[in-house]
């Protein structure tokens, strides 16, 4: 297939694997690692906020939890990273699909108030136990060769082995959405009473998803421990939920590379306008009220509109062209 028939989000998105690929010759590494980190977290929460329709308040439980199992398996057990990282996620899907089954026969406010209450209860869980270390986290998480080959304590070889990771974690949500089970997800966020109406078991499919976003959220949080080293409460906190949502509505909900786009800008402004530590919080509300007002579809969203809309003129154009050619042979 050539390259210039893949749709315009694909294309965005091998844009984006190719500006991976470069980007540690020009930024520093561990920046980039947390970054594509969060950008995976973004783009498992857009798919149960964009494509089902479930506004979660509580998706850092997932994130931050797979976090901690994984820096516990590492650090106290002595595990190996593959097998640490498969932990967390087994661990993130477990709690997904508990909190699926508890909150999903709730709608709207409702659903998101259930979410929110088990986070919390997670939260103190969390800081409360001497499994997480309290208040003091997990700290000095090793880095043992992973498959006992690569040796991930070079930063550049890690990064490169999660940005495998992430990009191979954002196809499988690509063809999620675009599978008959994607389109199912779709119709239950546009018309569930007419989903339920030919036959599919909504809630069936609504724990199906929950729990594939909480495992991909859990893979995020699991490759996190071991870029950062360092796992703390502001893992499992509301906060870090609220940022995750306020990456996804920047970047664009619903779409494949908002909420890369969306972490890429927090990420960044966290970074880079540390200086202005009390300013920072203001700064992205702004950055957030300015993205609602003019851009409602988010970054990524405006610009696909627009590239719609700049393909429906040319299909337009195109057409009164092949009438007026057909017309005026008529009148020859």
């Given amino acids: 297939m050539h390259i210039f028939a893949l749709r315009p989000s694909s294309l965005i998105l091998l844009v984006f694997l190719g500006a991976g690929l470069l980007a540690p010759h020009y930024v520093y ?7 594509l980190c969060f950008a995976l977290f973004a783009s498992a929460y857009n798919l149960l906020v964009g494509y089902v329709g479930l506004l979660a308040f509580g998706h850092a439980v997932f994130f931050g939890g797979a976090s901690y199992a994984t820096g516990y398996m590492l650090r106290d057990l002595g595990l190996t990273p593959e097998v640490s990282i498969l932990i967390g996620v087994i661990f993130a899907a477990a709690l997904g699909l508990v909190m699926g089954v508890t909150s999903i026969r709730r709608r709207g406010i409702y659903f998101s108030m259930i979410t929110l209450a088990l986070a919390q209860m997670f939260y103190f869980l969390c800081a409360q136990s001497s499994v997480t270390g309290g208040e003091n986290g997990l700290t000095a998480i090793p880095r ?3 498959f006992g080959i690569f040796d991930i304590s070079n930063e550049l070889t890690l990064y490169y082995l999660i940005l495998a990771v992430v990009a191979a974690a954002m196809f499988v949500i690509y063809r999620t959405v675009h599978s008959p089970f994607g389109h199912v997800l779709k119709g239950i966020r546009d018309n569930e009473n007419r989903m339920i109406s030919l036959g599919y078991d909504v809630d069936r499919f609504k724990v199906i998803a929950f729990t594939l976003s909480a495992a991909l959220a859990g893979l995020a949080g699991s490759l996190k421990a071991i870029a950062l080293q360092l ?3 502001v893992d499992v906190h509301w906060s870090t939920s609220g940022e995750v949502i306020l990456m996804a509505l920047i970047g664009g909900i619903g779409t494949a590379v908002g909420p890369i786009i969306g972490a890429g800008v927090i990420l960044t402004l966290q970074n880079y306008l540390t200086g202005f530590a009390e300013w920072v919080i203001t700064i992205q509300g702004a950055i957030f009220f300015l993205t ?4 409602r579809r988010g970054i990524a969203g405006e610009v696909e509109r627009l590239f719609r809309m700049r393909q429906a003129r040319s299909a337009s154009s195109q057409k009164d062209f092949t009438t007026s050619v057909v017309e005026s042979g008529r009148s020859t």
């Fill in 29 to 35: 590494p561990g920046f980039l690692m947390n970054l």
């Fill in 144 to 146: 043992s060769p992973l």
């Fill in 231 to 233: 796992v703390t409460l």
């Fill in 292 to 295: 609602v007002l003019l851009f």
